[in-house]
Nanobody, 115 residues
Framework: VQLVESGGGLVQAGGSLRLSCTAS????????VAWYRQAPRKQREFIGQ???????NYGEYVKGQFTISRGAAENTVYLQIDSLKPEDTAVYYC??????????WGQGTQVTVSS
């Protein structure tokens, strides 16, 4: 399955964005979809994931700023980001575990937060 991230852009601090992850087929073919981000000069970090059954877990540093949800169709997952700060500037990716282990990543979607 191919994954495409979208919805990023330039936003002022304090604003919100909803990112989309759209699959070419069943997005839960690998059971779970995770969101990651990579800021400039930093390692990619895990934000959270959602399973086919709707179970959601978030990374340890996530404190209510991020909300993962699924679309009505079986090929879209969302990442809502609220109270954006300049340090949230990063490229945001979605991925499945199988793709991640194979080193497959999409282009991601750029989020830039201005102060």
């Amino acid at each position: 399955v191919q994954l495409v991230e979208s919805g990023g852009g330039l936003v002022q601090a304090g604003g919100s964005l909803r990112l989309s992850c759209t699959a070419s087929g069943d997005i839960f073919s690998d059971n779970a979809v995770a969101w990651y981000r990579q800021a400039p000069r930093k390692q990619r970090e895990f934000i959270g994931q959602i399973t086919r059954g709707g179970f959601i877990n978030y990374g340890e540093y996530v404190k209510g700023q991020f909300t993962i949800s699924r679309g009505a169709a079986e090929n879209t997952v969302y990442l809502q980001i609220d109270s954006l700060k300049p340090e949230d500037t990063a490229v945001y990716y979605c991925n499945t575990e199988a793709r991640r282990l194979r080193g497959y990543w999409g282009q991601g979607t750029q989020v830039t937060v201005s102060s």
